[in-house]
């Protein structure tokens, strides 16, 4: 049988919905009450089908249950594998009421998610997110797309799921690199909102490594619930939403660099946020002890703490000017006014920001 061990919700009006944390639910939890009609369309890849989709079948009993298999990565997070989903419904005549659910990561539960906002004008969908990032991040708030070859998530559309089930259990084939890139997004909710969350993953980040199943159930509860809460307020982005973006902008540029697919985003998340914890520091936000605080924690956590050999200054501000938070030109970021309470600031100052660069560029 399953467990649950936390569960919390997502305050958007009509279009609340619950996350249920848990171990053993997948195979076990009756998801039915969540579909509208009789039909299901299981979207998964190749990696995640393979070990968990007879489980995930299993949640919908009595249902009509019809899967898709997408090849694995981020380059195939476009038009041509999205359309490989309506092929599938179409195929198996998926009417207005049919629910899709999406059985892997952040490239699935996207992927998926765009397709039921666009099919036949939109229909319900489910998440049931594989990876410790989709689990605390992607699944929850309703950002769905595709990548465009000139951008990354460039094509999208806001679509929030009925329910979000997380098992635990299914972290238990995830590699370990995925896991630290996965406790950068959980780091991140600390560090901008939840100066007590920081406390509690000191003492649980190793615990969490070894995916403990009461560790990662209240790491997961405590992420979930900060980007709920963030979500809540600024559904789609005109404001607070964009402190989820702490570290994003200079681990962009080095995903960019680098070239997507050899730094996980997390990774360059986890390097972005000490530049930014960097930057707090010269702009005379946060203090030294602060700043140690936050880099003990990533690296804890397993995350690289430099951006790749080669890059420079250059490097990081051209890719930088186009980030989507920059408003007529002008460089935003997130920074830190003290641990647990970030903002967005266009007025760092130059050599500051200039500074941070090359101490990590050296
Ligand atoms: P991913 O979906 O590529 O998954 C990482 C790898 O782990 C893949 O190879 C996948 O097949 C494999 N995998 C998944 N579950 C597994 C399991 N249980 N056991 C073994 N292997 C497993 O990457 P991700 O980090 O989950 O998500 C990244 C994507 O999420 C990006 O495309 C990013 O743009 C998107 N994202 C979206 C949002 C949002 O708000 N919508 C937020 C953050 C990230
Ligand atoms: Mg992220």
């Known amino acids: 049988m399953y467990k649950v061990l936390k569960e919390l919700k997502v305050e958007l009006g009509e279009r609340s919905y619950p996350i249920i944390i848990g171990q053993g639910l997948l195979g076990n ?5 969540w579909v509208a009609g009789n039909q299901v369309m299981i979207v998964t890849n190749e990696t995640v089908g393979p070990r968990y989709l007879e489980q995930a079948v299993a949640c919908f009993p009595g249902k009509c249950v019809d899967v898709v298999t997408l090849p694995d990565g981020e380059k195939y997070k476009d038009w041509q594998t999205l359309n490989l989903i309506f092929d599938r419904l179409l195929e198996r005549q998926h009417s207005r009421q049919t629910t899709l659910v999406a059985l892997g990561g952040g490239v699935v539960g996207d992927m998926a998610g765009f ?30 797309g595709i990548n465009h070859p000139l951008g990354k998530n460039m094509v999208g559309a806001f679509h929030q799921p009925n329910i979000v089930l997380i098992d635990t259990d299914s972290l238990s084939t995830l590699p ?9 997004e959980v780091i991140k909710y600390g560090l901008i909102r939840d100066e007590s969350f920081l406390g509690w993953l000191e003492g649980n980040i190793d615990a969490l490594r070894r995916l403990e199943p009461d560790a990662l159930g209240e790491a997961i509860y405590r992420s979930c619930l900060c980007k709920a809460e963030v979500v809540a307020v600024d559904e789609r982005e005109g404001g607070l939403r964009a402190i989820l973006n702490l570290g994003h902008t200079f681990g962009h540029a080095i995903e960019t660099y680098a070239g997507y697919g050899n730094w996980l985003h997390g990774e360059a998340v986890g390097t972005g946020m000490l530049m930014a914890s960097d930057l707090s520091l010269r702009e005379g936000m946060i203090g030294q002890k602060e700043h140690e605080r936050a880099a003990a924690l990533i690296h804890r956590a397993g995350l690289p703490e430099r951006p790749p050999k080669g890059m420079s200054p250059e490097d990081f501000m051209s890719r930088m000017a186009v980030d989507k938070k920059n408003v007529d030109g002008r460089l935003r970021l997130v920074l830190m006014r003290s641990l647990g309470d970030a903002f967005v600031t266009a007025d760092a100052a130059p050599q500051n920001l200039k500074d941070t660069l090359l101490e990590f560029t050296r």
Do not use: M, W
């Not at 939890?29 to 009450?33: A, G, I, Q």
């Open 29 to 33: 939890y009756d998801l039915t009450p």
């Open 115 to 144: 397709a039921a906002a666009c099919y036949q004008r939109s229909v319900p969908f489910i998440q049931i997110p594989t990876t410790l990032l989709s689990q605390v991040d992607s699944s929850v708030g309703g950002k769905t």
């Open 176 to 184: 370990a690199r995925e896991v630290s890139a996965g406790l950068a």
